[in-house]
């Protein structure tokens, strides 16, 4: 089955600043690749995803980038906020019934 | 208005005892879940229905029993409760079964004591 790695595990930023999460993945079948953000004692929610014919997707201060050969894809949030202080995780499916294999997730800390 | 609706937010048990988890979506969608979080929040996919059928059955202990009546609800039933069993459980739904955006519910604390 589908391995994903995610890194780092914690990560601590001063608001302003850029914070890059990291995932590579095993199964070079999967195609759909989405990010869900979950905040303390809340449900995960899709943040943006990205899929196989595409490398790199922006919306406003978030984007995820692509690279199949070496399969990774990463998360990028500029300019952050306190809000965006929460659990990431990244996922990747090979498009068989939206069976999404979640990394281990990334704990955002963004300091005021 | 809620979208995915889980019942009970909140269940604590005895080992050995048998419960049950609630589903239901307003959304209109076909196809529903259930993963369980860890205490390390690690998501794991266990059962997935789309238009009632089972899609998705991941290595689960067979004391754990979805069932779907129809396209708007999903209900974990679960016997014999272990100590292991204690988690969060997500509810989930999507239109379609493919690369489509998954709504989770707000999730059940189950804990076993």
């Known amino acids: 089955g589908e391995n994903v790695e995610q890194h780092p595990s914690t990560l601590s930023v001063q608001e302003g600043d850029s914070a890059v999460i990291k995932c590579t993945y095993s199964d070079s079948a999967s195609n759909y690749f989405p990010w869900y953000k979950q905040e303390l004692g809340k449900r995960p929610q899709l943040i943006i995803d990205i899929r196989s014919n595409v490398g790199e997707k922006k919306d406003q201060r978030i984007a995820v980038t692509l690279n199949k050969t070496a399969k990774h894809f990463s998360l990028h949030i500029t300019e952050t906020q306190p809000e965006d202080s929460a659990v990431y995780f990244c996922?990747?499916?090979?498009?068989?019934?939206?069976?999404?294999?979640f990394g281990s997730g990334t704990k955002l800390n963004v300091k005021p | 208005d809620t979208a995915v609706s889980q019942t009970p937010k909140y269940l604590v048990t005895q080992m050995g005892n048998d419960k049950s988890i609630k589903c239901e979506q307003n959304l209109g969608h076909d196809t529903m879940y259930w993963y369980k979080q860890d205490s390390k929040k690690f998501l794991k996919i266990m059962f997935s229905?789309?238009?009632?059928?089972?899609?998705i059955n991941e290595t689960v202990p067979n004391r754990f029993s979805p069932k779907s009546p129809d396209k708007a609800h999903l209900n974990l039933h679960i016997n014999s409760l272990e100590l292991g069993d204690s988690a969060v459980y997500f509810c989930?739904?999507?239109?379609?079964?493919?690369?489509?955006?998954?709504?989770f519910g707000q999730g059940t604390r189950l804990t076993v004591v």
């Open positions: 229905y789309n238009n009632k059928e089972l899609i």
């Open positions: 989930a739904s999507s239109q379609g079964a493919r690369n489509t955006e998954a709504f």
């Open positions: 996922a990747a499916s090979m498009g068989n019934f939206n069976k999404f294999y």
